[in-house]
Structure formats: structure tokens, C-alpha cells
């Protein structure tokens, strides 16, 4: 057998194959390493001035921030219950919200079912959100609908659209057309065709990139409220300014435990979908 | 019932896949279409139901100019038309009964086909035509939990449900081997037979073609270069066909072969046979 299959060495072929280089020419191919590293010892050694001294301050005054956490201060708990459900609310809120406003707007912005005006609406907006960070769109929300959840709300409805939709789109794009193509050759309509051809085929990693949507609202929901826009994220900014470390701690290791759970709770959702 | 005159098909990219081709089925048969891969064998059928929108010649089924309908009239007409796939194009996580009520999708209400609440009638039928392609009791299983030949048992429910005055056929056992390939085969001849229906089918398989369909038409380079009865194929117009080759084991009809006995031998023929065809 092994006679057969592997020819003897020495014959009339080569022995040794490489794979051809990235960059064919050894000039370039050896120019650019020397390149970078010149830019990287340029860039450290010049242009940021490391200044030791701040950083040894810096180093000291972060101990000091951290010998006033401990121990954490549960003490106002009430403050602390009332930012974690608001939380909890936007992120829940939001998601859900998100989830229903992604379906047609990742449906139209789906090449192969959009008709071209449409697509090109549809995937402008869904850029144009993606295109500015959470905190960019918390800090435009508070300045429109003032202080609160409501801003924190809006701006995570914003990013779970947006996200949820460019997904959809995805899978719809990467659907089976045979299977689609099927149900449109026995004269359903449209609307029968998305129930029938596509639903069944991107349901279930919507439903999967929806729930692991809502985890990371949980996490944002903390952080869009350091700008004001409700939530435990704003009684930490709140603490913080007020020099309560201890109970700033106490704060983040409830915010901690938060991302934890939500965290296992999104994987065990996500296994069992399919 | 079926005339197509003068069908053309040019691809946006330029490719010309047919050049005008003009087919009548004016009884109920089953009309085989064969030649090489490229061919034109599937723009054909997929123009018929328009899956493929020709670039121009008519299309006309039982009175009905199909190359003439607008959106609204191509879906009726659609729904007049059952296709068969060759990768039987089932939505695979829907379970078998849906898929072949899929086929009622034409007739039922949005918000019926949504709650799966068909009428007792298509439900009736489903059932009866899951029991006729060998499926009964397999209604609840999901679509990509059955093999190749199941599924495509539930691909020719589905059509059939349409109760179709025209059945298209595309390849429907290219993915198969060679002993259920003459089983769907023959369910197919069998139930078009039965109902009165026409059939246009595409297939890869001279031997099935011969065995199987009534009349034989062979295209080549999107024209029809023969046109007669299945009886007629001689090695001549297989090089027409498809070019010089070694016909003489190849122009043999497959006897049938309910008993495991023969289907040994005629697996090890057929094999043989299908890598001639498919060259
Ligand atoms: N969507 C398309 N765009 C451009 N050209 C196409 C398209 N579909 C098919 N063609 C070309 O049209 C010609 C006919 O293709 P067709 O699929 O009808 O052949 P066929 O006879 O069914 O072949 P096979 O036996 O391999 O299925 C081929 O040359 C093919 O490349
Ligand atoms: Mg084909």
C-alpha cells in the first residue's frame, strides 16, 4: 500500500514545498520589520514623554483610593437596590424594544429581499448608529430628554437595534435561497414567504444574538449612567465625586455580581435554543 | 396544455443559455429533458414558472400566457405549477407536515399559514399523500432528520399537493444512489400518471430517461437537438447530444427491480452508466 501511495524521494520531483512569502520582494518583505520597529522605539523613546514622577503619583494616589474602599459600605443599600433595578429595567426595556424595531429594519437592509433604495436606506442608518459610541448617544439622549432612565432607555434601544438588525440582515444574506426559492415557487406571497422560507431559517440566532444583546445592555446599562442617563451607573459617578469609595466599591461589586449572573444567564438561554 | 414558443434566455452577464427554444407537451407525459451539464436544462424549466425570468418568447400553460403575468398573476399561475428540486430544497428546520402544506401556501390566508391552520381538507390530503410517497407517521419529524430519498419523498408531497396541472422536475436524484434514484423516479412517473399530469424533467441519467419518460428532448447548447419518443435514442443522437463517446453500454433500459436480488447488478451497471452520461 504505502509503496503505492508515497513515491520515493530522490526521483524526479522536489522533496520540499514552502508556502510562497506574503510579500514577495526580500527588500520590502525584510524593510518593513526594520520599519516598524524603528517606529516603535521612535514612538516610545520620543514622542510620549513617560514621566516617571506623575506615574509614581499616580501609583500612590491609587493606593490611597483603594485603602479607602475597603471595607465596602452597604450601609445606604436602599440607594443601591433602587440604581441596580433601574438597571436592570433599562437594559430588559431596551433590549426588547430593540429586538422588534431590528426586524424590519434587518430585513430591509438585507440585499437579497430589499429592492436597492431601501437597502441603502436601511444600512445608512444602521452605520450611522453604529458609528458613534454608547456614551456619544447617552450624552445626546440627556441633553434631549434631561437626567434619567429615559435617556439610558433610548440610547441602548439605538445600540440593540442596531446591532441586532446588522446581524438579521447577515443571516438573512446567508440564507439557503434553494429553500426560499421553494416556498416562492408555489405562488405564496411575500409575507408567506418570510414566515415560511426565512423565519425558519434565522429564528433561532436572532432569538441567540437577541439574548446575548440583553447581557450586554446589563453592562452597559451601568456605564451609560455615568453620564446621566439613570441607573446604578449614575449613583457610582455620584459616589465617586463624593469621594465615598467605600461605598463606591460597594457599587461595583454589586455591578460585578450583576454582569455575572447576567452573563450565565444569557449562556444558559443560548445552549438551549437550536 | 404546455407550449413554450421561441424562448430565449440571456444572462445579465451575456451568457446566452438559450436560443430560442419552442416545446410542446400536448397530453399528459412525461417529457425528459437531457444534455450536458450547461446545457440549459435547468433555465429551461426555471423559465416556465419563471423562476428565471426569460428574455423573451411565450410560455403559455392551459390557456394562460405565463411570459404575459404580472406579479400578482404569476403567483396564481405559480401555484398551478409544482417543482421538484434535486437538493429537494425542504426548509429544513420545519417539520415534514409543514413542508408539504407548504405546498397549500398559494390558497390559505396569511394569518392561517402563521397559526398552521390549514383546512381539514388540506390537512386530509397531506396525510393521504404522506401515506402514498411512504412517509406515513413521519409527519412530526423535523426536515433535516430524514435522508436523501426521504426528503425528496416529502419534495414530491409538497408539489403534489398543489394539486399541479404541470410538474417541473429538476434533477431530482442526482444526490441520490442508484437504487432509490429508480424508486423516486418511478413515484413520480407513477403519481403523474395517476393524476393526469405533465411532467418536465430534467435528468443527468440516460438509462432513467429512458426507462422513465415518455418522450426524450436533448438539448445542447441551449437548443433542442433531438425530439422523439424515449424509444428512439440511438448512439447517434446521444453524440449529438453530448459528443463523441462510447454509447453501446449505455442505450439499455433498466429493468425494474423491486426485488434486492436485481438491484445489485443494476447498481454496479448503473454506475458505470451515470459517469458515461455525466461527461
Ligand atoms: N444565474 C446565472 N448567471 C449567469 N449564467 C448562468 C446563470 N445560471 C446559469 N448560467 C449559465 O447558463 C448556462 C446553462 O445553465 P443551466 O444551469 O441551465 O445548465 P444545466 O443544463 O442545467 O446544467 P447542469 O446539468 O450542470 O445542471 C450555463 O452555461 C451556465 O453557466
Ligand atoms: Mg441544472
Given at each position: 500500500?504505502?509503496?503505492?501511495?508515497?513515491?520515493?524521494?530522490?526521483?524526479?520531483?522536489p522533496?520540499t514545498w514552502r508556502r510562497p512569502p506574503f510579500i514577495e520582494n526580500p527588500l520590502f518583505r525584510y524593510?518593513?520589520?526594520?520599519?516598524?520597529?524603528?517606529?516603535?522605539?521612535?514612538?516610545?523613546?520620543?514622542?510620549?514623554?513617560?514621566?516617571?514622577?506623575?506615574?509614581?503619583?499616580?501609583?500612590?494616589?491609587?493606593?490611597?483610593?483603594?485603602?479607602?474602599?475597603?471595607?465596602?459600605?452597604?450601609?445606604?443599600?436602599?440607594?443601591?437596590?433602587?440604581?441596580?433595578?433601574?438597571?436592570?429595567?433599562?437594559?430588559?426595556?431596551?433590549?426588547?424594544?430593540?429586538?422588534?424595531?431590528?426586524?424590519?429594519?434587518?430585513?430591509?437592509?438585507?440585499?437579497?429581499?430589499?429592492?436597492?433604495?431601501?437597502?441603502?436606506?436601511?444600512?445608512?442608518?444602521?452605520?450611522?448608529?453604529?458609528?458613534?459610541?454608547?456614551?456619544?448617544?447617552?450624552?445626546?439622549?440627556?441633553?434631549?430628554?434631561?437626567?434619567?432612565?429615559?435617556?439610558?432607555?433610548?440610547?441602548?434601544?439605538?445600540?440593540?437595534?442596531?446591532?441586532?438588525?446588522?446581524?438579521?440582515?447577515?443571516?438573512?444574506?446567508?440564507?439557503?435561497?434553494?429553500?426560499?426559492?421553494?416556498?416562492?415557487?408555489?405562488?405564496?406571497?411575500?409575507?408567506?414567504?418570510?414566515?415560511?422560507?426565512?423565519?425558519?431559517?434565522?429564528?433561532?440566532?436572532?432569538?441567540?444574538?437577541?439574548?446575548?444583546?440583553?447581557?450586554?445592555?446589563?453592562?452597559?446599562?451601568?456605564?451609560?449612567?455615568?453620564?446621566?442617563?439613570?441607573?446604578?451607573?449614575?449613583?457610582?459617578?455620584?459616589?465617586?465625586?463624593?469621594?465615598?469609595?467605600?461605598?463606591?466599591?460597594?457599587?461595583?461589586?454589586?455591578?460585578?455580581?450583576?454582569?455575572?449572573?447576567?452573563?450565565?444567564?444569557?449562556?444558559?438561554?443560548?445552549?438551549?435554543?437550536? | 396544455?404546455?407550449?413554450?414558443?421561441?424562448?430565449?434566455?440571456?444572462?445579465?452577464?451575456?451568457?446566452?443559455?438559450?436560443?430560442?427554444?419552442?416545446?410542446?407537451?400536448?397530453?399528459?407525459?412525461?417529457?425528459?429533458?437531457?444534455?450536458?451539464?450547461?446545457?440549459?436544462?435547468?433555465?429551461?424549466?426555471?423559465?416556465?414558472?419563471?423562476?428565471?425570468?426569460?428574455?423573451?418568447?411565450?410560455?403559455?400553460?392551459?390557456?394562460?400566457?405565463?411570459?404575459?403575468?404580472?406579479?400578482?398573476?404569476?403567483?396564481?399561475?405559480?401555484?398551478?405549477?409544482?417543482?421538484?428540486?434535486?437538493?429537494?430544497?425542504?426548509?429544513?428546520?420545519?417539520?415534514?407536515?409543514?413542508?408539504?402544506?407548504?405546498?397549500?401556501?398559494?390558497?390559505?390566508?396569511?394569518?392561517?399559514?402563521?397559526?398552521?391552520?390549514?383546512?381539514?381538507?388540506?390537512?386530509?390530503?397531506?396525510?393521504?399523500?404522506?401515506?402514498?410517497?411512504?412517509?406515513?407517521?413521519?409527519?412530526?419529524?423535523?426536515?433535516?432528520?430524514?435522508?436523501?430519498?426521504?426528503?425528496?419523498?416529502?419534495?414530491?408531497?409538497?408539489?403534489?399537493?398543489?394539486?399541479?396541472?404541470?410538474?417541473?422536475?429538476?434533477?431530482?436524484?442526482?444526490?441520490?444512489?442508484?437504487?432509490?434514484?429508480?424508486?423516486?423516479?418511478?413515484?413520480?412517473?407513477?403519481?403523474?400518471?395517476?393524476?393526469?399530469?405533465?411532467?418536465?424533467?430534467?435528468?443527468?441519467?440516460?438509462?432513467?430517461?429512458?426507462?422513465?419518460?415518455?418522450?426524450?428532448?436533448?438539448?445542447?447548447?441551449?437548443?433542442?437537438?433531438?425530439?422523439?419518443?424515449?424509444?428512439?435514442?440511438?448512439?447517434?443522437?446521444?453524440?449529438?447530444?453530448?459528443?463523441?463517446?462510447?454509447?453501446?453500454?449505455?442505450?439499455?433500459?433498466?429493468?425494474?427491480?423491486?426485488?434486492?436480488?436485481?438491484?445489485?447488478?443494476?447498481?454496479?451497471?448503473?454506475?458505470?452508466?451515470?459517469?458515461?452520461?455525466?461527461?
Open positions: 500500500m504505502s509503496e503505492a501511495t508515497a513515491p520515493r524521494r530522490g526521483a524526479k520531483y522533496t524593510g518593513s520589520v526594520v520599519l516598524a520597529l524603528a517606529y516603535l522605539v521612535w514612538s516610545l523613546g520620543f514622542s510620549i514623554e513617560v514621566d516617571m514622577a506623575r506615574v509614581i503619583q499616580g501609583l500612590d494616589r491609587a493606593g490611597n483610593m483603594f485603602a479607602r474602599m475597603v471595607p465596602p459600605d452597604f450601609s445606604r443599600w436602599e440607594l443601591l437596590y433602587r440604581g441596580i433595578t433601574e438597571s436592570v429595567l433599562i437594559a430588559f426595556a431596551a433590549s426588547f424594544v430593540g429586538m422588534i424595531v431590528a426586524v424590519p429594519l434587518g430585513l430591509a437592509a438585507a440585499r437579497n429581499l430589499a429592492p436597492l433604495p431601501v437597502y441603502l436606506v436601511a444600512r445608512f442608518i444602521i452605520v450611522l448608529s453604529r458609528t458613534f459610541h454608547e456614551i456619544v448617544w447617552a450624552i445626546f439622549f440627556v441633553k434631549v430628554v434631561g437626567f434619567g432612565p429615559l435617556a439610558g432607555v433610548l440610547t441602548l434601544i439605538v445600540a440593540s437595534a442596531s446591532f441586532i438588525s446588522k446581524m438579521l440582515a447577515e443571516d438573512v444574506e446567508n440564507m439557503q435561497p434553494g429553500q426560499a426559492e421553494a416556498i416562492r415557487a408555489t405562488g405564496a406571497s411575500f409575507p408567506k414567504l418570510l414566515i415560511y422560507g426565512i423565519t425558519p431559517q434565522v429564528l433561532p440566532r436572532y432569538l441567540g444574538v437577541s439574548i446575548y444583546r440583553l447581557d450586554a445592555n446589563l453592562r452597559h446599562s451601568t456605564v451609560v449612567g455615568i453620564v446621566g442617563a439613570g441607573g446604578i451607573g449614575q449613583v457610582l459617578a455620584a459616589s465617586f465625586s463624593r469621594y465615598d469609595y467605600d461605598f463606591s466599591l460597594a457599587i461595583l461589586l454589586v455591578i460585578i455580581s450583576l454582569v455575572f449572573l447576567g452573563e450565565i444567564f444569557s449562556n444558559v438561554i443560548r445552549s438551549r435554543l437550536r | 396544455m404546455l407550449e413554450i414558443s421561441d424562448l430565449v434566455k440571456t444572462y445579465p452577464n451575456g451568457l446566452k443559455a438559450l436560443h430560442g427554444i419552442s416545446l410542446a407537451v400536448d397530453r399528459p407525459m412525461v417529457v425528459a429533458i437531457i444534455g450536458s451539464s450547461g446545457a440549459g436544462k435547468s433555465t429551461l424549466i426555471r423559465c416556465v414558472n419563471r423562476l428565471v425570468e426569460p428574455t423573451s418568447g411565450r410560455v403559455v400553460l392551459n390557456g394562460t400566457e405565463i411570459t404575459a403575468l404580472g406579479r400578482h398573476g404569476l403567483r396564481k399561475a405559480r401555484r398551478r405549477i409544482g417543482m421538484i428540486f434535486q437538493e429537494y430544497n425542504l426548509v429544513e428546520r420545519l417539520t415534514v407536515m409543514e413542508n408539504v402544506l407548504s405546498g397549500r401556501l398559494g390558497y390559505v390566508g396569511f394569518w392561517r399559514a402563521y397559526r398552521r391552520n390549514y383546512p381539514p381538507d388540506d390537512v386530509a390530503a397531506a396525510f393521504e399523500i404522506l401515506d402514498r410517497v411512504g412517509l406515513e407517521g413521519r409527519e412530526n419529524a423535523r426536515a433535516d432528520a430524514l435522508s436523501g430519498g426521504q426528503r425528496q419523498r416529502v419534495g414530491i408531497a409538497r408539489a403534489l399537493m398543489q394539486r399541479p396541472e404541470l410538474l417541473l422536475v429538476d434533477e431530482p436524484t442526482a444526490s441520490l444512489d442508484p437504487k432509490t434514484s429508480r424508486q423516486i423516479m418511478r413515484l413520480i412517473v407513477e403519481l403523474a400518471h395517476e393524476r393526469g399530469t405533465p411532467v418536465l424533467i430534467n435528468i443527468h441519467d440516460v438509462a432513467l430517461a429512458q426507462t422513465f419518460a415518455d418522450h426524450i428532448v436533448g438539448l445542447r447548447d441551449g437548443r433542442i437537438v433531438f425530439e422523439d419518443g424515449s424509444d428512439r435514442l440511438t448512439p447517434a443522437v446521444l453524440t449529438e447530444i453530448y459528443g463523441e463517446e462510447d454509447w453501446s453500454t449505455t442505450i439499455r433500459k433498466v429493468e425494474e427491480d423491486d426485488e434486492a436480488e436485481g438491484a445489485e447488478a443494476a447498481k454496479g451497471r448503473d454506475d458505470t452508466e451515470s459517469g458515461v452520461a455525466a461527461g
